[in-house]
């Protein structure tokens, strides 16, 4: 009994009763999982940002930082600039 490793889409069962999976479906699943990995990268680097973010938030609503949009523009301009300086290419885009 021999098995053929083509790479033509078929979708006949395989030996062990699964469907084969062509190169162009492991290619794109191989990038979908990096994609995700690379998200899942950029939410947890960007966290130590959103905790400083809500720090202020809370020491605004605290009356410890007067309540100001001005302010409030200010301190966004500043952490966004740390954030993509720090964190390149992985710094979150608006």
Not at 37 to 49: G, K, M, V
Not at 59 to 74: C, E, K, N, P
Request: charge should be positive.
């Amino acid at each position: 009994m021999t098995t053929s490793f083509s790479s033509s889409k078929s979708s006949a069962p395989s030996l062990y009763g699964q469907q084969q999976v062509s190169d162009c479906d492991v290619g794109y699943l191989v990038a979908k999982a990096a994609d995700a990995a690379s998200r899942a990268a950029q939410q947890t680097l960007a966290l130590p940002f959103d905790a400083i973010r809500a720090e202020y938030v809370g020491a605004v609503r605290a009356g410890l930082i007067q309540r100001s949009m001005l302010a409030q523009r200010d301190f966004e301009r500043v952490l966004g600039t740390v954030e993509r300086f720090s964190l390149g290419p992985w710094a979150r885009r608006v």
